[in-house]
Structures are given as structure tokens and as C-alpha cells.
């Protein structure tokens, strides 16, 4: 095998002029589908994660499939790198542009082209809001399952490119559980359909391999996807505990029960506190951790699962159990949690969203070593995630406006990533690599399995244009990273010594 290169090296090098690019971009594109003036590119200049930012030199705002394939081909003739963009509520600086590229924004493909309540399915351009399918389907008694906290934002296009998952992922799974086929644009220009409406499609599974691969193997333009019906009933159940340590067990005790809950999901002390003042859920502020887990079904099936989720929290050692006792205190329960990020921005000028993945086990352990990097970097950190499924997303709290305090939020970040693959998780469940991940890839995966993932990348897109300089480091990445780990002295991962 081939030592590893970052993908996008095998093209040839040549100036860019953005002149010569906008020029050629407008005989293939409406005027009002290319914006080059930097008043108007600016706001494209990151996503989520406002760490890393870099100016646009043209962004294309295509209404057309046919505009993207001229866009992707004009690309491809001029060696231009391209990335893609959907709502831009990505974490990990996935959509940020290239300075010396294209920036294909794709929310005016805004359209749900089709329901079909028998075959409960939606077939959907990838700038439609998640929400807005379960809104449309709702007349039918039908939702889409996979609701991230910027639902109300974030594009289901951009959902595939992370295979994004929310507070009911642990029941009803990822994106790519959700999802039936896309149609994508290769950077050759060519129009190929993955998936089917059907259980299974012919082939390779490549709409797996697809979904997640954020934006690395083609632009998607067509996402059809799984309705399910809505469910009867639903309720909540609030527990309260004097220990993150009993919250953790009780998560293990209820999937150990053999419950398996719509939703469940942990706050600690720290988090509680940032968020009831901003939604005023009724959540226990003294609780060192609360409990959110929801059950649905039938009126009959929920009322005995709820029986039975008490009965092992009590066991458990809950200090307080709270059930919502309509639809309207189930939403407010859900609100808060939901509200997590915007009510960091009350109490913190800046936060920084990790995203890494635990078993279930270690849940105490790794939450208790964060306490402890709290005093080792000197910042606070709200911890709010996806307890069923082991999701953390530790929300570090620092203030921009200082330098000293973003390199140790980017320090105290990559702690936690390390950490959770210390104990055998992963780098991220649902927010992608990006750019934030890339030092940690080199933490997690052998050279061997890096190069296994630039040939899957070179496969898609061999001239390596599309969203370029990403998620899979070059080796020589991964050596400095290792050098400045045995400086300091950190080096305690078997993966880093490799390089």
C-alpha cells in the first residue's frame, strides 16, 4: 500500500485566480448564483464551530441538479477544490470553505418532492429542514425519526454528510438508519443513485459508506427517507441523582433491564444550571445529575414501561422522580435539553461542543476525569448528551477575546477526544471530523487504516477536489502531533508511538 498522502496532494498545484474562476462560474450559472464580493462571501467564512474560519473567494448557490453538475465539471477542469455547505450548523468545521476554492451552498434546494404515507417515505432536497419533514408528514401520522438539537436548522443534506442522530437515536438510530437512497453528483459530473426504496438495492453497500463521509465523495441533490408512524403516546420520566456516578449506573441498570428507551439522556449539576434559567423546564438544579428517558407507544405500552424505568431508577438511588403528565411537559422537559448550546451563550461568551463516543461503562469514569481537566485547564465545562448510546458532547466554556483561553479549550478538547478512545470509544458520534478531529485521527487509527481511507477517497474522487485538507491527516501531521505529545510529555497512547 502506498504510504499515506493527504488526498487532496494528487492534483496538480497551480495559482488560483478568483477572477478567472468567477468568470467561468457565470457562464455556466445565473449572475444571482455567484457571489464573489466579500461582503457577500463573508458570512460562508465557517460553520458551527467558529475556531476555524477562512474566506471564500466564490461561493455558487446553484437551483438546479444540472447547475451542480456544471458547477462540479468546471471544478474537476480547472482544479479547483470545492466544498460543499448545507445550513452551516456543523460542529467540526466540516463546511469551512477553501481560500482557495468553491463553496457550493445548497439551501435552495429547499424542496420536499414527494410523501408517500403507504410507503412511508419522503423524498427531499438535501436544503430541507429536519424539521420540516416531520412537518409535513405529521398529516399523515407520520415523522422522521433522527431529530439533532438544530433541528429547527439544520438541512437533512447535511444530516447524511454527518449522519447526524439526536435525543431519539438510541430507539431509532442515525441518519443512516433513516435513510433509503440519495442521489449525489460525482466531481466527474456524472448522476448515480445509492440505496432504494426497496429493504435492500443491488451491489455494494455504498449508501453506508456514503452517509457520514462529509462531503468527501460527491454532492448530494435528492435524499429520499424513512417515515415512521407518530407514536400514540409518549412520556418522560425525570430522575434526579446525588452522584454522577448513580446516574451513570442507572443508565447501565436500564438498558440492562431490557428497556429500550425513545430517548435517554444525562445532564450534570453544571449544565442543569446553565439551562433551567434559560428554558425554565423544572429541572432539579440541586441534582449533581438528572435523567431524561422517554418512553412510547401505545397508552397501555407506556404506561407499564414507565412503571418498570421508575422501579429502576428507585433502585438505583434516584433522589426524585418527576413524570410529564402531558404532551406539553414532555416538550418542555425535552426543551431544555434541546436548548443546551443557546443557553451556553447566557453564561459563556464562547463554548466549544466536543463529540466523542464512550461505552456505556465508563460513563463515571470519564465524566469524573473531565472534572479533574477542569482545574488542569483552568475552564469550566457543562457536560450534556446522548447517555443510552454513550454520545458525550462536553460543552467547554471560554472566552475568544482571549487567546490563552481558546488554546486551552482546543487543549482541553482534545483531552477529552483522547481520553474517550482511551477507554475504547470513538472521535465522534454524530458531529463529524472536520477540521477538529484531524490531530486525534492519527490517535485512533493506524497508518495502515488511514491509507485504507484515502483509497476509498481517491476512489470517489481521484483529482482529491472535494472538501480537501480534512478529516484524514498525512502522516506528517500525524508524526508532529506524536513529537509534540512526547514533548510534553503526554504520550500515553499505544496508537501515537506508531508515528
Known sequence: MNSLVEPHLGREEQSFSAPRVVDALLGVLPA????????????????GLSLYRALPPVVVLPETEEQVVAVMRLCKRLNVPLVARGAGTGLSGGAMPHSQGVLMGLAKFNRIKR?????GVAVVGPGVRNLAISEAAAAHGLYYAPDPSSQIACSIGGNVAENSGGVHCLKYGLTVHNVLAVRVVTIDGDVVELGSEAPDAPGLDLLALFIGSEGMLGIVTEVTVKLIPKPACARVVMA?????????????????????????????RQAVQMVEPFVNAGYDVAAQAILLCESDGTAEEVAHEIEHMEAVFRKAGAT?????????ERLTFWAGRKNAFPAAGRVSPDYYCMDGTIPRRHLARVLGAIEQMEDEYGLRCANVFHAGDGNLHPLILFDSNKPDEVERAEKFGAAILELCVKVGGTLTGEHGVGMEKINQMCVQFSRDELDAFVAVKRAFDP?????????????????????????????????????
Not at 410523501?115 to 410507503?119: G, Q
Not at 426524585?320 to 406539553?328: C, G, P
Open 240 to 268: 434526579s441523582f446525588s452522584s454522577v456516578e448513580a446516574a451513570g449506573q442507572a443508565v447501565t441498570d436500564i438498558i440492562a433491564a431490557g428497556i429500550i428507551p425513545a430517548g435517554l439522556e444525562m445532564m450534570d
Open 32 to 47: 444571482h448564483c455567484v457571489l464573489h464580493r466579500e461582503e457577500d462571501t463573508r458570512p460562508y467564512e465557517c460553520d
Open 320 to 328: 426524585r422522580l418527576q413524570v410529564s403528565r402531558d404532551e406539553a
Open 463 to 499: 483529482p482529491g477536489l472535494l472538501n480537501p485538507e480534512k478529516v484524514i491527516p498525512t502522516l506528517a501531521r500525524c508524526a508532529e502531533y506524536g513529537k509534540m505529545h512526547v514533548h510534553a510529555g503526554e504520550l500515553s497512547f499505544p496508537e501515537l508511538a506508531r508515528f
Open 115 to 119: 410523501i408517500d404515507p403507504a410507503a
